[in-house]
């Protein structure tokens, strides 16, 4: 007979061994990835201790600990920070009676929850399948050593035909995932060719990035305070300033994601932040500590993604939350990156304009003309010129002309000044 209540059907033990000062902050991160996968904590355990044991990775101490926990609150799984290998993970729910996952199930579990798309449900099922095909490779070298212990009934040629089935459903994934992709980038890439600006939102899980994306977009884009709100891109075109950008909204970065996830779910971030401003938000009201440790987990990762720092503008987000001296405290953080950086609250609109004067200043490759056109020629190079440029004045002339001063990606700006002076434009125009 089962004591535990109706609420707790969700309820789960997390269990980790700590080896240093990041291990307990990933752990405390482990709770809000959790109750994000909407789990409920009714226990906790934490083991310092260096080395993993090979058969259980916490220590075989704890085991009996982590039993009577299991007896007492009745938990439907445990979920443990360290990434366990096939035989601990089977070790473990043979020895304590349960579901064992690790985090990297969890974030898989989480991000299965949340996906939307046709393109992250692809993503988080090849993500599984890697994993599995690791997996499937331990099996089979275990059972090469003659280690199996029922640990898989089918034995080594089950194991050999699954492993078949995983490659080649992975590789049809991978096909169909590509697929989506190019028709993907080649509408992005589209807008980009016909010379907008692109500028891209970056940072930690819950930073405030869709938050900001929405106070510069007006768009309503889901944000709810748990881990992994986002999990695919989103772009939106804007004025900023005049200059016409391709804002786009993206997936969180977390400490430690497994190579499987990352590879899934950041091939698509390589493609859209190859922007010419990437806005790495961080969340100032995290203690100093958290701002240090996500700033360089998110730094870390626009480096692997092949960014050019130098493009890289921090916004430090949240600051309607973080006060005098403490404020100052953390602005330090972001000076000490070396990089340009700007306050703001997304959601108070503070520090909204000093941020999209930034953003311009750092639009590169700009260049300002003055051309004239009259006003019968083409309609469509007015309306051009209003689409892909800044005006910055517009004075009227003599015989119907008028007097633009533009400004804008230089090869547009050089093709349109082409165009004006052109008068085979006028006469195609007048034609249409
Ligand atoms: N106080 C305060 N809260 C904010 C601000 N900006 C965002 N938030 C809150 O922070 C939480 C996370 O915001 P999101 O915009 O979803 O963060 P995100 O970076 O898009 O998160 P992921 O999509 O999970 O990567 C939400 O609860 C927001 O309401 C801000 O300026 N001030
Ligand atoms: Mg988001």
Redo the contacts with the bound molecule.
């Keep these: 007979m089962s004591d535990r209540k109706a609420s707790d059907k969700n309820s789960v033990v997390i269990a980790g061994r700590i080896n240093s000062p990041g291990d307990l902050a990933l752990f405390r991160e482990l709770r809000e990835l959790a109750n994000a996968a909407g789990y409920i904590i009714v226990g906790e355990i934490i083991q310092k201790r260096k080395r993993e044991d090979p058969k259980y990775n916490i220590g075989r101490g704890k085991i009996s600990e982590l039993k009577k926990l299991v007896e007492d609150k009745k938990p439907l799984k445990i979920i443990f920070l360290n990434n366990l290998k096939p035989s601990q993970a089977y070790n473990l729910a043979k020895e304590l009676g349960i579901e064992v996952i690790d985090r990297y199930e969890l974030i898989l579990e989480i991000f299965a929850k949340r996906a939307g798309s046709k393109e992250s449900l692809l993503q988080i099922e090849l993500a599984k399948l890697k994993r599995e095909l690791s997996f499937a490779k331990e099996y089979i070298n275990l059972s090469k050593r003659g280690e199996l212990h029922g640990f898989l009934g089918g034995g080594k040629y089950a194991v050999d035909s699954y492993y078949t089935y995983i490659s080649s459903r992975i590789t049809k994934i991978e096909e169909e995932l590509d697929k989506i992709r190019k028709i993907k980038n080649m509408r992005y890439n589209k807008r980009v060719e016909v010379g907008l600006y692109t500028v891209s ?1 970056a ?12 106070t510069l977009t007006n768009e309503k ?11 695919s891109t989103l772009s939106r075109k804007v004025k900023l300033q005049g200059y016409p950008v391709i804002i786009t ?5 977390i400490d430690s994601l497994p190579e499987s996830l990352l590879d899934a779910f950041y091939t698509t971030l390589r493609e859209t932040i190859i922007s010419d401003v990437i806005l790495l ?1 961080v ?1 100032l ?1 995290d203690p100093i500590p958290e701002i240090r440790r996500k700033l360089s987990t998110s730094i870390d990762t626009l480096l692997s993604l092949g960014i050019n720092i130098s493009k890289v503008l921090v916004v430090g ?5 973080a006060t005098g001296e403490e404020l100052r405290e953390k602005e330090k953080l972001l000076q000490n990156t070396g990089l340009e950086y700007v306050l ?5 609109r ?1 520090g909204i304009h000093s941020l999209v004067e930034k953003v311009v200043e750092m639009l590169p490759d700009k260049l300002r003309e003055k051309i004239i056109i009259s006003e019968d020629q083409s309609r469509d190079l007015l309306e051009e010129i209003l689409e892909k440029c800044k005006v910055i004045s517009f004075t009227g002339l003599a015989d119907r002309r008028l007097l633009l001063e533009i400004e804008g990606r230089r090869p547009i700006i050089s093709k349109i000044k082409a165009r004006s002076n052109n008068p085979q434009d006028a006469l195609s125009a007048r034609a249409l």
């Design positions: 939102l940072g930690y899980t819950g930073a405030g990035k869709t938050t900001l994306f929405n884009g889901y944000v709810d305070g748990k881990p992994f709100a986002t999990l909204d993206t997936i969180g970065f938000v969340d009201t987000n949240k600051i309607d939350k703001v609250s997304a959601t108070k503070i």
